[in-house]
């Protein structure tokens, strides 16, 4: 079968009519999912073809995220939509006290196939409390998976990998990416498994170390160095927990330098937690500081000049490689 | 003493369902009195809150669930769940962080479960079953049967914040829940006078458009007479109610706890005249339904239960320390 260019909304839609279809125990539960189909759309097509199973709920995101719980442990299999994922500070604890430790405190007794949903990140002016990237607290929370898809494959692989998994799942998918469009193929059995990290661009000089919005970053940054005799090798880590490592070490092995990019602000970041394992673990295949690439730390502003300050960009992407690199 | 008011039913199932329900109240009360003891003596590690006085209502409640029901507990869940049916023995086990416990020694006293039986855990996080009920509640609307489920919360958990949009939503989807508030007059060290702007927190059923029942807690039969219209209700699709048991406290909040927001008096008043276990007691042997011949048998029998549950408890390993890597992701 043929990849045909999808938008990432429409990769999700697939992903989960894919699944829905065949899972009967799969539902979605969240804040104005059918009127518009989710508030961004990105649920097209679903409220019409799966009736009751696609719920509104009132404006409740403490009970919205418990309610997933308590779902999951009783033999359903819910999707949680966080309608923006700052609002995870609502449902803090049912997330990081309930979902994350219920298997391991009471012995491995139960399963949570859990996804929550959580629409991500900056660059749409939306301001400070509506274009966070919060992986990281997810990431230091254990018990809990943490996935973020870039292209609109890997958002189809990865959605039907987390609906299937036993576990609970935060899926952090960023707002701005979900008109761009990419290849995804058609196959229903197509599953990125959780994990599993892709190069996704070769190269021998400095490896890129990304995931979600900052994989473009780091392609763009990866044409400009090609053009200047740099080569750059793009590892799109696409979920941080479980982490994929080994992809991690090989490319270090290959290149000796690292440079790792994401959207969220730099003081205890992913990029931190790698950075440290990297120098714990391939200390002697380095050639020079693993750097970081990440917005400034402070809460997203508003008026664009400002914003756009504050996120990373390509440009700085070049420069840090260029710094390794020693050029 | 408070007195039992006379029931109607005299069907030989009921009084069977009596014996039953008294035999669990007194193992409750054993439970919890050597669960005191072995922390008293340092042979069990960490904290325990313990739920001595509340008898009647973990009792009188899960008297009227099925297995298939779900509960969700609290931190002071021993009752309920050897109300529900747990196995003492494990439950004992766990108490002690040995491998043979419902956890494997990774709960402890806080954070018991037994899926098997549907009790969704205990809880370390005040109000933190109620959110989840819900989702317990939606999973059986759209599964399509006829289970309910019931959270249990104290009048300190009434308070938080995902009371109010845990009611709000089983209300809107009459949902199968029973919102059971034990109302045992603190939280922690504050009184429920001082903390809630209403007295019967019964009343806030109101809000959120369900039936309230008020109930005197230490009246077993009196809470398993409003747990049933509640349980019935739900099972026919007309969604959640509000109980509240009136009870009492009867241990500090937790054990070593000095208590010095309280006046010893008020302690022993309550002992002395409104123990639900004596109350009902009194109420079965009048009835003729217990002989003090047959309250000493199944105190004995009971004794001798917890006891084995005890030496199976010492008797068992501890986890190895590895372990503690282990149940993480399925």
Known sequence: ?327 | MAKEKERMDDRPVEKTAWRTMYRTMVKIRLFETLAGEYFAAGQIPGFIHLSIGQEGSSVGVCSCLRPDDYVATTHRGHGHMIAKGADVRRMTAELFGKATGYCKGKGGSMHIADFSIGILGANGVVAGGLPLIVGAGLSIQLRRSDQVAVVFFGDGAANRGPVHEAMNLASIWRLPVLFVIENNRYASTTPQSYACAVGDLCLRAAAYNMPGYGVDGNDVLAVREATRKAVAAARAGEGPSLIENKTYRVRGHFEGDPQKYRDPSEVQRWQAENDPIRRFEEYLRRRGVLTAKKIRRIEEEVRAELDAAVAFAKESPFPRPEEALEDLFA
Not at chain 1, 44 to 55: C, D, N
Not at chain 1, 204 to 218: A, E, H, I, K, M
């Open chain 1, 1 to 327: 079968m043929s990849d045909r260019l999808l938008s990432a909304s429409a990769a999700l839609a697939e992903a989960l009519i894919e699944e829905m279809t065949r899972d009967e125990r799969i539902f979605i539960l969240g804040e104005d999912l059918t009127a518009h189909a989710g508030i961004f759309g990105q649920f097209k097509g679903i409220p019409e073809k799966f009736p009751g199973r696609i719920l509104d709920t009132p404006i409740s995101e403490t009970c919205i995220a418990g309610c997933g719980v308590g779902a999951a442990l009783t033999g359903m299999r819910p999707i949680v939509d966080f309608h923006f994922s700052d609002f995870v500070t609502c449902g803090m604890d049912e997330l990081c006290n309930q979902a994350a430790k219920i298997r391991y405190m009471f012995g491995g007794q139960v399963k949570l196939p859990l996804v929550v949903w959580c629409p991500d990140g900056a660059g749409l002016r939306a301001a400070a409390q509506h274009s966070q990237s919060l992986e990281a607290w997810f990431v230091h929370t254990p018990g809990l998976k943490v996935v973020v898809p870039s292209e609109p494959a890997d958002v189809k692989g990865l959605m039907k990998a987390s609906i299937r998994d036993d576990n609970p799942v935060m899926f952090f998918q960023h707002k701005r990416l979900f008109r761009r469009e990419g290849p995804v193929p058609e196959d229903p059995e197509f599953l990125i498994p959780l994990g599993r990290a892709a190069i996704k661009r070769e190269g021998r000089d400095v490896t890129f170390l990304t995931y979600g919005s900052g994989y473009f970053l780091c392609r763009e940054a990866a044409d400009e160095l090609a053009r200047e005799g740099i080569e750059a090798e793009i590892v799109d880590l696409r979920t941080l927990k479980p982490l994929d490592f080994d992809t991690v070490a090989a490319s270090l092995r290959k290149t000796f330098r690292a440079v790792i990019v994401h959207e969220a602000c730099l003081t205890g970041g992913f990029g931190a937690e790698l950075a440290a394992r990297i120098q714990a673990e391939l200390f002697d295949f380095l050639d020079a500081p693993v750097l970081r690439v990440a917005a400034k730390d402070v809460p997203i502003p508003f008026s664009p000049p400002l914003e756009d300050f504050v996120l990373p960009r390509a440009a700085d992407v070049v420069a840090a490689a260029r710094s390794v690199c020693n050029r």
